[in-house]
């Protein structure tokens, strides 16, 4: 029995996976793996082995997850074991260090010492805008392009280097997947434990994309901090921020303000600069190389200079778009 550990960063399709593989799980388990979650379609639980705060909810979420693990091995002895955990890369809410992963390791190994990992990692340029949303969503503002990093490579090198063995790094790039998709490349990746047709599998892949207009962005921002220069925390806790993001999504649509964000070419090249990098040692480590433009606008923005880094900054935005979006919010009574 092998665990295969899917090590998921964030914005590459790792609910999507995740999703599949429960919707299927009697599938997998014809061809001899088993997908074991306590509940919903995660394994989630793990996170919280690597977490900086502490949750109330730790001890018991990993139990029932390790309960779940249990059962499906006693049922299935010689399955090998599939989990897939996105938030084993948050270097903001995680302590990722040789220490900490070897706890993930402890844990794992309860079930197999035969670990393999497998990762799927983005072209710079576009996991940035894709994490700036992210934070958006979140109540957070972007991050300067100049100061974010990526990381694929120091990450993955950690858990290697505490699971001892080879991770398997793929490109985030529908061009270069095995059978078009994420599923079967991920499928593809593993036939050395099961092969496994794509028949075997609903034809319908659900995507978890929920993307932002850029209007519904900047809608977002100026909610979160109407004073365009301040550099002060957004006055919004995550619950919040959680609540409101879908019904400005919702209103962007309704008001067919549907321009897909795209980053200005200056920023593009910026934050491929910054992490130039850990695009090398992808390359020349493992092989991999991204071979799909991001998609960017020529025009730059004519905002004045301030201390904090505005969606302004970053792509064409539409002002008068985004407040008629807040003025519709607070009209349904937000």
């Known amino acids: 029995m092998s665990l295969i550990l899917h090590i998921g960063f964030p914005k590459t399709g790792t609910t999507t996976i995740q999703r599949a593989f ?4 009697k599938a997998l388990e014809k061809y001899g793996i088993i997908y074991p979650v306590a509940s919903g379609i995660k394994q989630s639980a793990v996170k919280h082995i690597l977490a900086k705060i502490k949750s109330t909810d730790a001890e018991r979420e990993l139990s029932e997850l390790s309960y779940a693990i249990d059962s499906a091995v006693s049922k ?3 399955a090998h074991i599939l989990v897939s955990v996105e938030e084993l890369t948050a270097r903001y809410q995680s302590v990722l260090t040789d220490d900490s992963v070897s706890l993930v390791k402890d844990y794992l190994t ?12 983005r072209r710079p340029d576009a996991y940035y805008m894709s994490v700036m949303q992210e934070r958006i969503k979140r109540g957070w503002l972007p991050l ?8 694929f490579d120091s990450i993955a090198s950690i858990y290697e280097r505490v699971f001892e063995t080879d991770a398997i790094i793929r490109p985030f790039e529908r061009k270069q997947w095995a059978g078009g998709n994420i599923l079967s490349d991920f499928l593809t990746q593993i036939e050395k434990f099961s092969i496994i047709p794509d028949r075997a599998f609903s034809n319908t892949l659900e995507s978890s994309n929920e993307s932002l207009s850029s209007e519904a962005i900047l809608a977002l ?19 919040a921020a959680n609540k409101v993001w879908p019904k400005v999504r919702a209103l962007s649509r309704e008001m067919n303000y549907n321009t897909k964000p795209v980053m200005f070419s200056h920023i593009s090249e910026i934050v491929l600069e910054a992490n130039k990098e850990d695009v090398e040692k ?8 991204f071979q799909e433009d991001t998609p960017t606008a020529g025009a730059c923005s004519s905002r004045p200079y301030c201390e904090k880094i505005s969606f302004q900054d970053l792509m064409p935005t539409n002002e008068q778009a985004a407040h008629d979006i807040l003025k519709s919010l607070n009209f349904v009574g937000f």
Do not use: M, Q
């Not at 309860?110 to 990692?121: A, G, R, T």
């Not at 100049?146 to 990381?151: A, G, I, L, V």
């Not at 921002?221 to 619950?239: H, K, M, Q, V």
């Open 282 to 289: 992808l390359r020349n480590k493992r092989g991999v190389e």
């Open 22 to 25: 429960k919707k299927n799980a």
């Open 221 to 239: 921002e100026i909610l979160y901090s109407r004073d365009e220069c301040s550099t002060r925390s957004p006055n919004y806790s995550f619950a």
């Open 144 to 151: 300067s392009p100049n100061s974010f990093r990526t990381n």
């Open 110 to 121: 309860k079930w197999s010492d035969d670990i393999h990992l497998i990762s799927y990692v």
């Open 76 to 78: 299935n002895p010689s």
